[in-house]
């Protein structure tokens, strides 16, 4: 009793598409393990930059930073 069989080379190119499809699935796992490393970094550099805009503000009070020239103004309250 021999069981019906697709051709060699369809057989092939199913195989071929389904590797193709298992390594993006693969790659988009690894990417997304990058991305939530990176978000949490985000969080991490975020609070830090709050730590230094309070350090300023007690030293300067409100004010706007030229990031380029470490020129600031002060921010008048309207």
């Given at each position: 009793n021999q069981m019906a069989k697709i051709t060699k080379e369809q057989l092939?190119?199913?195989?071929?598409t389904?590797?193709?499809?298992?390594?993006?699935?693969?790659?988009?796992?690894?990417?997304?393990?990058?991305k939530h490393g990176l978000l949490h970094k985000v969080a991490e550099v975020n609070k830090v930059l709050e730590e230094q805009k309070v350090e300023l503000e007690k030293q300067y009070g409100k004010i706007s930073i030229d990031l380029k020239t470490g020129e600031y103004t002060e921010i008048t309250e309207k």
């Amino acid at each position: 009793n021999q069981m019906a069989k697709i051709t060699k080379e369809q057989l092939e190119n199913v195989v071929k598409t389904n590797k193709e499809l298992e390594d993006i699935v693969l790659e988009i796992g690894i990417l997304e393990s990058k991305k939530h490393g990176l978000l949490h970094k985000v969080a991490e550099v975020n609070k830090v930059l709050e730590e230094q805009k309070v350090e300023l503000e007690k030293q300067y009070g409100k004010i706007s930073i030229d990031l380029k020239t470490g020129e600031y103004t002060e921010i008048t309250e309207k």
